[in-house]
């Protein structure tokens, strides 16, 4: 069974950076995509950005291009999220997601994702 862990959010200031952290667990993730997606109480959840295991290739969310970059540690099984120059409308609860074999145009769209974690709160105040 896939399970997936985040940790890593927390509270910091305006310009301030956090890096997020998605243990994996339970299957051969060579093939999986692993995503990262947030919600804003009230809002929907949104792509923030996603790695293909395999060839490591990444996608990114316009609002976050440029600030965070998303990375894999095989070793570890670990997928990480770092946060830079982070900005009030970055609060919400992220979650990483994973899922074997989705394709392009469906990385940014978190209904194709079979398994999520329980997401970890990243608040950002001026």
């Known amino acids: 069974q896939v399970q997936l862990v985040e940790s890593g959010g927390g509270s910091v200031h305006v310009g301030g950076s956090l890096r997020l952290s998605c243990a994996t667990s339970g299957g051969t993730f060579r093939q999986y995509t692993i995503g990262w997606f947030r919600q804003a109480p009230g809002k929907e959840r949104t792509f923030v950005a996603a790695?293909?295991?395999?060839?490591?290739?990444?996608y990114y969310a316009d609002s976050v291009k440029g600030r965070f970059t998303v990375s894999r540690d095989g070793a570890e099984n670990t997928v990480y999220l770092q946060m830079d120059d982070l900005k009030p409308d970055d609060t919400a609860a992220y979650y990483c997601?994973?899922?074997?074999?989705?394709?392009?145009?469906?990385?940014?769209?978190?209904?194709?994702?079979?398994?999520w974690g329980q997401g970890t709160q990243v608040t950002v105040s001026s």
């Open positions: 997601a994973a899922d074997r074999g989705i394709i392009l145009s469906s990385i940014r769209f978190p209904q194709h994702y079979d398994y």
């Open positions: 790695i293909r295991w395999n060839s490591r290739h990444t």
